[in-house]
């Protein structure tokens, strides 16, 4: 069992940065892989970027290829998405998710999410 926090949501300017965190509870989480999600209203939950278990691979949508970056630090449990250059269709509530068999770009994929952090980006 995994739970999921994340934080570092906000309201930002179109061309500026923030980076969200995930922090989670148990032994396991250097077992997971881990992505991010985002669910803009009215739309779909899609898929943003994705990390093996040890960080050495990621994956990133087209969208925010360049722009965004997943990262993790097992020895925090935590995830990191540093997003920079946003636009206003980056404004969505974002979700970190968790899966102990690798990782993936759909929904389904995902056994654990967080409650989600709200970003808005304002032109």
């Known amino acids: 069992q995994v739970q999921l926090v994340e934080s570092g949501g906000g309201l930002v300017q179109a061309g500026g940065s923030l980076r969200l965190s995930c922090a989670a509870s148990?032994?396991?989480?250097?077992?997971?892989?881990m992505g991010w999600f985002r669910q803009a209203p009215g739309k779909e939950r899609e898929f943003v970027a994705a990390i093996t278990w040890s960080g050495g691979s990621t994956y990133n949508a087209d969208s925010v290829k360049g722009r965004f970056t997943i990262s993790r630090v097992n020895a925090k449990n935590t995830v990191y998405l540093q997003m920079n250059s946003l636009k206003p269709e980056d404004t969505a509530v974002y979700y970190c998710a968790a899966n102990p068999r690798g990782w993936g770009t759909s929904v389904a994929h995902y056994d654990y999410w967080g409650q989600g952090t709200q970003v808005t980006v304002s032109s």
């Open positions: 148990g032994r396991t989480f250097s077992s997971y892989a």
